[in-house]
């Protein structure tokens, strides 16, 4: 499976953008679709996290705020990002796992795609 992540960009605070992972490859080993963020000097972060029964997960910070969907048809997997703030602004990366586990932690995913950034004026 590769991931290719896009969508990202620069917005006002209080804008929206969605961002999109599109994987290639068999999706059928795929239990769970993740997004984290990596901000500069900070550590990675778990953002969102969706799994094959439409289970989903958010980071306290986001939640309310974000939306995570798969669209199976299309092998996609998307981010909906609403009432931004300066502190969303990160580099976001989505992954992919083929286990069972606890999706808000890194080390259960897989693959990962290559970042985006989202940049949040003020």
């Known amino acids: 499976v590769q991931l290719q992540a896009s969508g990202g960009g620069l917005v006002q605070a209080g804008g929206s953008l969605r961002l999109s992972c599109a994987h290639f490859?068999?999706?059928?080993?795929?239990?769970?679709m993740g997004w984290f963020r990596q901000a500069p000097g900070k550590e990675r972060e778990f953002v969102a996290a969706?799994?094959?029964?439409?289970?989903?997960y958010y980071q306290n910070s986001v939640e309310g705020r974000f939306t995570i969907s798969g669209d199976n048809a299309k092998n996609t997997v998307l981010l909906q990002m609403n009432s931004l703030k300066p502190e969303d602004t990160a580099v976001y990366y989505c992954?992919?796992?083929?286990?069972?586990?606890?999706?808000?932690?890194?080390?259960?995913?897989?693959?990962w795609g290559q970042g985006t950034q989202v940049t949040v004026s003020s």
């Open positions: 992954a992919a796992s083929y286990r069972l586990g606890d999706y808000k932690r890194g080390e259960f995913y897989d693959r």
């Open positions: 490859g068999s999706i059928f080993n795929i239990n769970g």
């Open positions: 969706v799994t094959r029964s439409g289970l989903t």
